[in-house]
């Protein structure tokens, strides 16, 4: 999460070099009201001297005030009023030089014009932290939404139980194989796990759940990452075999993944041993529709359960 930047400065250096900088033209102030008062150095030619460094003084508070507002508007006030004292008691009094109390108009403006300056860069501070703040909130809240956004997408387009994509996901997915630039030929295979129904029955739904799961798992693993894997229902599955295969390649490899998923699942008191069932369809041979290419491959699954275990069928 990105914040807006703003340029900060060390608030004791600031303060430190301002004060120096403050001090020493007070010493010049000084060192001029003692040639006054020696007679070395006419009124006159004081003024110009005086009023700029009364320039200097009013640029080091504005300065200070700008760059560390939070903290640089009390030393900046301390020191337009010790100015104040400064020009009072050395510039008038010690130097019998009445001429010079007006010089001492130019700290107590610089004090308005501080409070001024302090006050507005106080607000545009406080206005750019609320902005912060809300742009802090409204990230959280996309965030939030986010999640949630894949959240409800994982419950309407994944399983609850496996986290394979639904029976709707499967069809969206063949949807966009279908109207692809490419055309290219792919194979839907629908396989079931045989008896399932019966070995829920004999054992109990936790057992089920797990066969369903390490059966899934199993799949999603054959086919990997790049693989399309659905739950359509119960304990028939679907895939995608992508390119162009012929039958003899299909069989050989439904043959490879019956191999790794058909392995016994451990469960609590000892191995199920498993078998499937499969239909098999080809776009665009025996449908165009992802509609058409999964009722042809459900119709290809429920003929090879009939079959026998362990039957694959080739809709026809």
């Known amino acids: 999460m990105k914040k807006s930047k703003r340029r900060k400065f060390n608030p004791t250096v600031i303060r430190i070099i301002g004060i120096l900088l403050f001090i020493s033209t007070l010493v010049g102030q000084g060192q001029i009201s ?6 070395n150095l006419p009124q006159a030619a004081s003024g110009g001297v005086n009023g700029i460094i009364s320039q200097i003084q009013v640029l080091i508070a504005v300065a200070m005030v700008v760059m560390i507002p939070k903290k640089g508007i009390f030393t900046s006030l301390v020191m337009c009023i010790v100015n104040s004292l400064y020009i009072l008691v050395f510039g008038v009094i010690v130097s019998h030089n009445p001429g010079a109390a007006p ?9 308005v014009v501080c409070t001024l300056i302090h006050y507005y860069s106080m607000q545009s501070i406080k206005a750019q932290e609320e902005l912060e703040k809300q742009n802090e909130d409204l990230i959280e809240t996309n965030d939030v939404i986010t999640k949630e956004g894949e959240r409800l997408s994982r419950i309407v387009y994944n ?3 496996t986290g394979l994509f639904n029976k709707e996901m499967f069809a969206v997915k063949l949807d966009e194989l279908i109207k692809s630039e490419e055309k290219t030929p792919f194979t839907v295979v629908y396989t079931e796990i045989n008896d399932f129904d019966k ?3 004999s054992r ?5 759940d797990m066969i369903l799961t390490t059966f899934a798992y199993r ?4 086919c990997g990452n790049s693989g399309t894997v659905a739950r359509i229902r119960g304990a028939r599955f679907a895939l995608i075999i992508t390119g162009q295969r012929s ?3 299909v069989s050989s490899y439904i043959s490879d993944l019956n191999a790794e998923v058909c392995e016994p699942i451990a469960l609590g008191d000892g191995l199920q041993e498993i078998t499937v069932s499969s239909g098999v369809t080809h776009f665009p041979r025996d449908g165009k529709t992802s509609e058409d290419l999964m009722k042809n491959a459900d119709s ?5 359960i009939e079959k026998g275990n362990g039957s694959l069928y080739f809709f026809s």
Do not use: C, Q
């Open 34 to 39: 003692r040639r006054i008062g020696a007679g």
């Open 199 to 201: 070995i829920v029955k």
């Open 300 to 304: 290809a699954a429920d003929y090879a």
């Open 219 to 222: 799949l999603h693993n054959f």
């Open 159 to 161: 399983d609850n139980l």
């Open 103 to 111: 010089g001492v108009i130019s700290p107590l403006i610089t004090i």
């Open 247 to 249: 039958r003899e390649s």
């Open 204 to 208: 109990d739904n936790a057992s089920g």
